[in-house]
């Protein structure tokens, strides 16, 4: 998660240095079509989802490092947002037919791997009430 978080941020930093001229991303490291209007408010519709999801990982990593029982609300939403995101990307790029491993790959990560923490982070906070 933590990981995650952090590489999402930098992401988004990036973006916004290169958005205000203070840093030029190389175009080969861009997603296809990044130069288009829609294609590039497409991107940044996902800015809330990622900062959102990032914090709540934050929050939660902070609070089970606390053993403070909060951690688990931050947890499950940092990872459904996580998942949510992963997989909007993920069907955006399948419709236009566009499979691109550097951008597919880290959006399907998205997707799969909360669903390895989702159900037993469910299963405890159930059988903790």
């Known amino acids: 998660m933590l990981t995650t978080d952090t590489l999402f941020i930098v992401y988004w930093t990036a973006?916004?240095?290169?958005?205000?001229g203070a840093f030029n991303m190389p175009p080969d490291l861009m997603y296809a079509d990044y130069a288009?209007?829609?294609v590039f408010a497409w991107n940044w519709s996902f800015f809330p989802v990622d900062v959102l999801f990032s914090l709540s990982g934050f929050a939660a990593v902070r609070f089970s490092a606390q053993n403070d029982p909060r951690w688990r609300p931050f947890a499950l939403i940092s990872l459904c947002l996580t998942f949510v995101a992963g997989l909007m990307a993920v069907g955006y790029w399948t419709?236009?037919?566009?499979?691109?491993?550097?951008?597919y790959?880290?959006?399907?990560?998205?997707v799969i791997w909360p669903?390895?923490?989702l159900p037993g982070l469910l299963k405890s906070t159930v059988a903790e009430k």
Not at 105 to 110: A, E, F, M, S, V
């Open 115 to 117: 669903l390895f923490f």
């Open 36 to 38: 288009q209007a829609r």
């Open 95 to 103: 419709i236009l037919g566009e499979f691109d491993p550097g951008w």
């Open 15 to 20: 973006s916004l240095l290169h958005l205000i």
């Open 105 to 110: 790959l880290p959006n399907l990560t998205l």
